[in-house]
């Protein structure tokens, strides 16, 4: 599987961003899709997953009420959502799709200015 994320950017604080992700290869075994943020100096770490469904979903309790994952299984595609942007979130953003195994995006910059 191979993904491609798209959406980054430059916002002000309170801005708004979308993130995109598109899936192409073997796909019919995708199970959970989510979004992973990496800040400079710091660890990867999970932004928000939705299942399959898309009836559950999950959030880092910082973007909670901010942030909303969404997908298109026919596409094979992730989206994520951020309004209320603030500095901290600045980070490169990374999609992920599971199957048996896990795939990554490039990632995207996101900046957010102060």
């Known amino acids: 599987v191979q993904l491609q994320a798209s959406g980054g950017g430059l916002v002000q604080t309170g801005g708004s961003l979308g993130l995109s992700c598109a899936g192409s290869g073997k796909t019919d075994r995708v199970n959970v899709m989510g979004w992973y943020r990496q800040a400079p100096g710091k660890q990867r770490e999970l932004v928000a997953t939705?299942?399959?469904?898309?009836?559950?979903?999950m959030y880092e309790d910082s973007v909670k009420g901010r942030f909303t994952i969404s997908r298109d299984n026919a596409k094979v595609m992730v989206f994520l959502q951020m309004n209320d942007l603030k500095p901290e979130d600045t980070a490169v953003y990374y999609c992920?799709?599971?199957?048996?195994?896990?795939?990554w995006g490039q990632g995207t910059q996101v900046t957010v200015s102060s």
């Open positions: 939705i299942s399959r469904n898309g009836q559950n979903t």
């Open positions: 992920t799709m599971v199957t048996n195994t896990q795939f």
